[in-house]
């Protein structure tokens, strides 16, 4: 079976820009989280949805915006890019919503903002 | 301050040699994960502990969270060049729901 899958693997893009992330989950997985990893630090918690309701949001600004789709893929939205942005996106899905299940990630979106 | 501390922050071993690697957290651990990154690749998923005293094994890998559930260790038993990579520890530690907090990473260089 895939595993977690994200688009595009890798993205350049200048200050003030908006940028615009995709993932699928695993086949069957409901529930889908972002995280940011910026360079020598541990993962960033961003987002949780399940069956495409907003569970679960960290300390990020309201330029981060996210949505799940009805097949539980999801997409991350983030406006007007600052260079602090620039990290390592990752999406993880579990099968269901809390800490009973393990969040498998996909291999991340590479962001730059130059 | 992190909410989760994970020591040491860096460790290099020979091959053959055992290691261990700790998280602590102040808080309860509800549910307590530990994952394997490659450098800027996504997280691989290792074991999930969420009872007190629990432990698991893979491998050569074995994970432990204590009784108090505040402080989990990850020993590797005769490492190997393969086991090399950024360890995280991520824990429910109940602050926002869905959400998992990571230590800030322990890089492990195994030399043969």
């Known amino acids: 079976d895939a595993g977690v899958t994200q688009s595009p693997t890798h993205l350049i893009k200048t200050r003030g820009q908006h940028v615009t992330l995709r993932c699928s989950p695993i086949?069957?997985?409901?529930?889908v989280s972002w995280y940011q990893q910026v360079l020598g630090q541990g993962p960033q918690f961003i987002f949780q949805?399940?069956?495409?309701?907003?569970?679960g949001r960290g300390n990020f600004p309201d330029r981060f915006s996210a949505r799940q789709f009805p097949n539980y893929s999801s997409e991350l939205n983030v406006n007007a890019l600052l260079l602090g942005d620039s990290a390592l996106y990752l999406c993880a899905s579990s099968s269901i919503a809390n800490y009973n299940s393990p969040l498998h990630f996909g291999n991340g979106t590479r962001l730059t903002v130059t | 301050s992190q909410e989760l501390e994970q020591s040491p922050q860096s460790l290099i071993v020979q091959e053959g040699k055992n290691l261990t690697i700790n998280c602590t957290s102040s808080k309860t651990l509800y549910g307590l994960y530990w994952y394997k990154q490659k450098y800027g690749e996504g997280l691989i998923f290792l074991m999930m502990l969420q009872k007190g005293g629990e432990e698991k094994s893979h491998e050569k890998i074995t994970a432990k969270l204590d009784e108090k559930k505040q402080q989990s260790s990850l020993h590797i038993t005769a490492s190997q060049p393969s086991h090399a990579g950024i360890y995280l520890c991520?824990?429910?530690?109940?602050?926002?729901?869905?959400?998992?907090?990571f230590g800030q990473g322990t890089i492990l260089t195994v030399h043969p």
């Open positions: 991520g824990a429910d530690i109940g602050t926002s729901y869905g959400k998992l907090t």
């Open positions: 949805y399940y069956e495409k309701e907003e569970r």
């Open positions: 086949s069957g997985h409901k529930s």
